[in-house]
């Protein structure tokens, strides 16, 4: 069965970097999309960026360029996040998703989601 | 881009149908039938509930359905259950190859 295996929980100080693991299985890796989002206390969704796990090309968000950074490990079927200069907005659960159908034929939505990785920034 | 507009809350008593909005622009909602909805639990990770703006995935009931008009979809839920007290977001494909989801609605069943 596909699952998404995401790392433990963080607490950071303002300015530092967190990054996250998604360990994926149940699937051939390199034929979807995997996408990250977070979603803070009371806030909606959002949608931080994209790689494709064949070829390591990344799409991010507007609002993260220059602080995200996204990859990931073939051998290992792992994805991996980094984000950096951390404030207290960021303080929030994020998750790496599965984008449904496969790289040829996408669908634009995120069919299986990993249990989140919470993250604190506080001083 | 801002994020898409829905309820801050909709409420039903068991058995009823409700519908949940979600207004976009041109740009992702009206451009795109990329529209998907999802179902978020307390503490849980999101649920994929309905994706390309009317499908719904495997194991998902068929009480709910989604539908697309302009730059507005919908979510309905019909034959309202305890479980499906929830918060939902929509979110769509955009135009600037990104993701936008909606301000999310609180569902509660009376």
Request: hydrophobic content about 30%; charged content about 15%; glycine content about 10%.
């Amino acid at each position: 069965q596909v699952q998404l295996v995401q790392s433990g929980a963080e607490v950071k100080k303002p300015g530092a970097s967190v990054r996250f693991s998604c360990k994926a299985s149940g699937f051939t890796f390199t034929r979807y999309y995997i996408h990250w989002m977070r979603h803070a206390p009371g806030q909606g969704l959002e949608w931080m960026g994209t790689v494709d796990p064949n070829t390591d090309t990344t799409n991010y968000a507007q609002p993260f360029r220059g602080r995200v950074t996204m990859a990931r490990d073939t051998s290992t079927n792992t994805l991996y996040m980094e984000l950096s200069s951390l404030r207290s907005e960021d303080a929030a659960v994020y998750y790496c998703a599965r984008e449904g159908g496969e790289i040829t034929m996408p669908t634009k939505s995120f069919d299986y989601w990993g249990p989140g990785t919470l993250v604190t920034v506080s001083s | 881009q801002s994020a898409l507009t829905q309820p801050a809350s909709v409420s039903g008593s068991p058995g009823q149908s409700i519908t949940i909005s979600c207004t976009g622009t041109s740009s992702d909602v009206g451009g795109y039938n990329s529209v998907s909805w999802y179902q978020v639990h307390p503490g849980k990770a999101p649920k994929l509930m309905i994706y390309e703006v009317s499908n719904r995935p495997s194991g998902v009931s068929n009480r709910f359905s989604g539908s697309k008009s302009g730059n507005t979809a919908s979510l309905t839920i019909s034959g309202l259950q305890a479980e499906d007290e929830a918060d939902y977001f929509c979110s769509s494909f955009t135009s600037s190859i990104s993701y936008v989801f909606g301000t999310g609605t609180k569902v509660t069943v009376l």
